[in-house]
Nanobody, 122 residues
């Protein structure tokens, strides 16, 4: 069982940066692949990035490659999403998720945080 809590969202101008954090409970954090997803109003939840339990393998949606960076600190039970060069299209609720293996499918993740709002102004 894992509890996830996201933080770091807010309002930022286009071209700016934000760093999201996801804090996990327990001491089994290092066993999970961690993912970030986002959902804009009226749209389906979409994959953003994932990082495998070792931290050595990452994967990004094409829309964020080169601008977003996912990382993790297993000693702190925390995963991060550094977002640079933000565009208005990035406006969404961002969710942290934990799963047993790496995938882009949200259904494969067992645990989810409550989400944090990111708003990028034009």
């Amino acid at each position: 069982q894992v509890q996830l809590v996201e933080s770091g969202g807010g309002l930022v101008q286009a071209g700016g940066s934000l760093r999201l954090s996801c804090a996990a409970s327990g001491r089994t954090f290092g066993r999970y692949t961690m993912g970030w997803f986002r959902q804009a109003p009226g749209k389906e939840r979409e994959f953003v990035a994932r990082i495998h339990r070792s931290g050595g393998t990452t994967y990004y949606a094409d829309s964020v490659k080169g601008r977003f960076t996912i990382s993790r600190d297993n000693a702190k039970n925390t995963v991060y999403l550094q977002m640079n060069s933000l565009e208005p299209e990035a406006t969404a609720v961002y969710y942290c998720a934990a799963g047993a293996f790496g995938t882009v499918a949200s259904s494969a993740y067992n645990y989810w945080g409550q989400g944090t709002q990111v708003t990028v102004s034009s």
